[in-house]
């Protein structure tokens, strides 16, 4: 990456988009605002929070001073997400929305739009995370781009860009950005790479950002927020009851509206049970989704199991 000047910042309307923001134009540079608006729809109480976010995001870039834009990816986030999001699901399997959106739209769409349209020199987000080119004295290297030949050398060594943690391990989001193209991880930055969350709270707090201190941490899907998924997905797919079966000793415990809105690994909400069960195995054909309980001695073995299966699928949401 060359000399960077100009920085778009993906803003939210949350505390951590915002103090990326601040600290990119505490270091002098020349930061756009842009909200993206990925998927339109009101929550239970018939309340646009969409509306809302871009406000809070506008609020703070009027408190910077620096240019706000706004831009949809509805289309995009349907096609390239929610709908592949939706057959997968039909065949048993639970991708993560938030790995799917960073890929699919974040880190292309906005990136491309970032760089080409706004004519940025690079792009940042409010994730916890870094790359091996965080360093500023890396950042102010120019790229030098490999010769253009017919043929590439196989044993040539590539300078690639690597995807590391940031200082907050609790708070750490490499996971959901983990696919992510080299073109768009080479002009991203993250601002928030050695703060801790509390730490960026102080900061808003400081700089007067009480509004986006005052909302409660998003914790939800991307584009469902804190909606309950089971009846978000059932508004989408058939519901396909069947049976919470005891992977102990067969017995059926209660019923579920569908697997495929229970991952591996989740509790399972079961009526009437005084126990905790979680899910550890599904069967599509019969419907059956396979519980055992946390007291279980079957329980640790098995979730440890489960763990690195979900680790090398990324199917965990």
């Known amino acids: 990456m060359g000399l960077i000047r100009h920085v778009v910042c993906a803003m939210s309307g949350g505390v951590d988009s915002s103090v990326a923001a601040l600290l990119l134009k505490r270091s002098g540079y020349n930061v756009t605002g842009v909200f993206m608006r990925n998927w339109d729809s009101l929550d239970e109480s018939g309340v646009c929070t969409t509306e809302k976010d871009c406000e809070d995001a506008f609020k703070v870039c009027q408190i910077l001073d620096v240019p706000f834009h706004q831009v949809s990816y509805v289309k995009e986030y349907w096609h390239d ?39 940025a020199d690079a792009m940042a987000t409010g994730h916890y995370a870094r790359t091996s080119q965080e360093d500023e004295e890396v950042f ?84 469902i927020g804190e909606r309950n998924f089971e009846n978000f997905i059932l508004e989408y797919l058939d519901p396909k009851p069947g049976n919470f079966v005891s992977i102990e000793d067969g017995t059926t415990m209660g019923t579920h509206k569908g697997w495929f809105t229970l991952t591996l690994g989740q509790r399972a909400r079961i009526g009437g049970q005084r126990d905790a069960w979680f899910v550890v195995d599904k069967d599509i054909v019969t419907g059956d989704v396979f ?23 990324g199917a965990v949401h």
């Open 81 to 119: 997400v929610f709908s592949n999001l939706l057959k997968e699901y039909e065949k048993g399997r639970t991708p993560n929305p938030d790995i799917l959106c960073n890929k699919h739209i974040k880190f292309n769409h906005f990136h491309k739009y970032a760089i080409n349209t706004l004519g």
């Open 140 to 223: 102010q290297q120019p790229y030098t781009p490999p010769p253009t030949s017919l043929f590439r050398d196989r044993f040539e060594i590539r300078n690639s860009v690597k995807l590391q943690k940031g200082a907050d391990l609790v708070k750490d989001q490499t996971f959901f950005l983990s696919q992510i193209s080299q073109e768009a991880l080479r002009q991203t930055m993250f601002p928030l790479a050695g703060l801790t969350k509390e730490f960026v709270k102080r900061l808003a707090a400081e700089a007067g950002f009480h509004h986006v201190l005052r909302k409660k941490e998003s914790m939800g899907i991307c584009f």
């Open 291 to 313: 519980v055992v309980r946390k007291s279980a001695s079957f329980f640790k073995k098995k979730t440890l199991a489960l763990g690195s299966i979900t680790t090398k699928q």
